[in-house]
């Protein structure tokens, strides 16, 4: 007997690694032992790959058998390398023929049923990357590793089958086994659900107005006001305004998905941004991403591209909070662990709603509010200034009058809205392509002030702000890019005077109220 050889892939976050799987068959005593830092879920594959081997008709050498999955310091987890084990095992014992550099990746069924696992997306673009494009996965997960360019992709029911394909002796195999399907992947990826419209808002202009210039530049939005306002409408209705993902942005977010196990196998891409509205007690590791062992991702990763609503903002913990200070700069989180570090895409709009007070009532006159100065202050002083720096728009939404309620004239509808925030995506990609950006929001100063330099009579209203103090070094650049997107929403070429006062008014409204 020789060692036997098969691949399979370890993920660490997005990032995943081949993992070369050797397998000895002793002279000894029956054991078996994986070596290669396994965790517990792995270590439990010995039992499974046992009893699916047997009930497949390929019952494993009694003698002691020893799995080396390589390298030894990466640390392997989950039930997606029970079948790279099977195979090389099967291969040391000659039961097949040499399997070349094929993947396997599947969880094992007692039964001999292949099993999907979650992240089996970003396992085989690591593998094609590397250099491994023959993939095994269950059939479960075939149509989701079939959309990675360049995968030549087989799915299997049951390791009978597959052994067979690999030369095993049909006469010892377990072949009439036709297991139910109750796992297998749905094709609904969410995208056929009709999404809010805006047209079931009523009345607030400048709130839609605000929502239009977010979705236009990708914008992070604040919206302020009393409850019953419409502020959680109007978020749920900014996913409809964004443009459909590219290729590479829809890849990204099939992926983290994949991995987040949102749903069990994407039979095609994800072209609609994700939108995340986790309840305000969740805890940063929901929010940010973590859990035990290696971390998984959270919220902010599940929202890459798309948006992430947190209601009621001042009543989420303010640590929790602060933790998005470094996507929202950066698009990226970087979670560390004593079991590794993991790093996750996480570019997404952040919205946030609030009201001005713990009752809700400090709007207008404020003679309904029962809440102190204090009370008041330290309820909206939970979102912290860094925080509120990096916000683009910040809004104040007022109640809608009865006159807005009461009107039979019908507001515009997300179709509408979203044509206007589409012809403004493409001037800006076409402006901005050369610099390898896509939107407003992600133009650095150095280009705001170099490239793109407004001529100094535009931009006097901001120098005059910065002299003073009310206006930071970054507000003063986040006006600038919600001036680019005004102007691009009103088709002209550059911003004018007016539109940075428009800017400074959608960035302010919300303090100044």
């Not at 995943?16 to 054991?31: F, H, K, M, R, W």
């Not at 310091?73 to 097949?96: E, H, Q, W, Y």
């Not at 992926?255 to 196990?261: F, K, T, V």
Request: hydrophobic share 40%; with cysteine.
């Amino acid at each position: 007997m020789s060692v036997g050889r098969s691949y399979c892939v370890a993920l660490v976050g997005l990032n995943g690694y081949i993992v070369e799987v050797e397998a000895d068959i002793g002279q000894t005593l029956p054991s078996f032992v994986i070596l290669g830092l396994p965790d517990a879920a792995l270590n439990e594959a010995k039992e499974r790959i046992r009893s699916a081997a047997q009930n497949s008709g390929i019952p494993l050498s009694r003698r002691k058998i020893t799995a080396n999955l390589i390298p030894a310091s990466l640390p392997k987890r989950g039930s997606g390398f029970d079948l790279a084990i099977t195979m090389a095992v099967l291969c040391a014992a000659n039961d097949v023929r040499s399997i070349g550099g094929t993947v396997f990746i599947a969880e094992l069924g007692l039964d001999g049923r292949l099993r999907p696992v979650r992240g089996i997306l970003p396992a085989v673009m690591a593998a094609v990357h590397a250099g491994f494009p023959d993939i095994v996965v269950a059939d479960a997960n075939a149509a989701e590793a079939s959309l990675v360019p360049g995968a030549k992709v087989r799915g299997y029911k049951t390791l009978a089958r597959l052994a067979f394909d690999f030369g095993a002796d049909p006469k010892d195999l377990v072949l009439d086994y036709e297991p139910s399907d109750p796992g297998t992947a749905d094709d609904d990826d969410g995208i056929g659900f009709p999404e809010p419209d805006l047209c079931d808002v009523s009345g607030q202009g400048e709130a839609r107005r605000a929502l239009e210039v977010a979705a236009a530049g990708g914008h992070h939005m604040l919206l302020t006001g009393p409850p019953g306002a419409g502020k959680t409408m109007l978020a749920e209705r900014l996913p409809g305004l964004l443009p459909d993902l590219a290729d590479t942005a829809a890849m990204e977010v099939t992926a983290i998905h994949s991995l987040a196990a949102i749903q069990s196998s994407a039979a095609r891409l994800i072209r609609r941004p994700p939108f995340e509205n986790p309840h305000h007690s969740a805890t940063a590791a929901a929010i940010i991403g973590g859990g035990s062992g290696l971390p998984r991702p959270g919220a902010a990763s599940r929202a890459h591209r798309g948006v992430l609503f947190l209601d009621e903002a001042p009543e989420y913990e303010r640590r929790v909070l602060d933790a998005l200070r470094q996507p929202l700069e950066s698009g990226e989180l970087v979670i560390h662990r004593s079991a590794g570090t993991a790093a996750y895409p996480a570019r997404f709009q952040l919205v946030l709603a609030a009201n001005p007070c713990p009752c809700g009532k400090a709007t207008g006159k404020g003679t309904e509010c029962t809440c102190t100065a204090m009370m008041r202050r330290r309820y909206f002083g939970r979102i912290s200034g860094p925080l509120l720096d990096r916000v683009d728009i910040q809004l104040q939404v007022e109640r809608v009058s009865l006159a807005d309620f009461g009107s039979a004239a019908k507001e515009e509808d997300t179709a509408t809205v979203a044509a206007r925030v589409m012809a403004a995506r493409s001037r800006q990609l076409e402006r901005l392509g050369p610099f390898g950006l896509e939107a407003n929001s992600q133009v650095p100063g150095r280009v705001l002030r170099g490239e793109l330099r407004l001529p100094p009579g535009a931009t006097r209203v901001l120098d005059i702000a910065l002299e003073r103090g009310t206006l930071t070094a970054r507000g003063y650049d986040r006006v600038l890019r919600l001036a680019w997107t005004l102007a691009d929403l009103d088709q002209t070429d550059r911003p004018d005077i007016n539109h940075i006062g428009q800017g400074l008014g959608l960035r302010q409204a919300a303090s100044a109220a």
